[in-house]
């Protein structure tokens, strides 16, 4: 069963940065995806960055160029590093994994692609 753990959420001021990052464990395949998600107050979830084991990756446009995401295979953790944080990015931040096993060819941003979610992460940027 997988699990995943996210850590490295915070406050911070318009402009500043944070890497979020997602321990995850119990993965039995080595072809999967996982992504970044985020819901603020009232909104949907967002999926805003993905990645599938072979390294391609997929952003929305309101985080392109701004956020990365990455993956360290040696130690099962995925991160977003975010730079240049605005307002609008405050919200509860997820990272998620899709079924082991699975192929996409293009990295899903769509929630329903996912069916295994951390506890979430508060990001809070001020003004």
């Known amino acids: 069963q997988v699990q995943l753990v996210e850590s490295g959420g915070g406050s911070v001021q318009s402009g500043g940065s944070l890497r979020l990052s997602c321990a995850a464990s119990?993965?039995?395949?080595?072809?999967?995806?996982m992504g970044w998600f985020r819901q603020a107050a009232g909104k949907e979830r967002e999926g805003i960055a993905s990645?599938?084991?072979?390294?391609?990756?997929r952003y929305a446009a309101s985080v392109k160029g701004r956020f990365t995401i990455s993956q360290d295979n040696a130690k099962n953790t995925l991160y977003l590093q975010m730079n240049s944080l605005r307002p609008e990015d405050t919200a509860m931040y997820y990272c998620a994994a899709t079924s082991a096993g699975g192929y996409y060819p293009i990295p899903p941003l769509y929630p329903y692609n996912y069916n295994t979610w951390g506890q979430g992460t508060q990001v809070t940027v001020s003004s």
């Open positions: 119990g993965y039995t395949s080595s072809r999967y995806c």
């Open positions: 990645i599938c084991s072979d390294s391609r990756t």
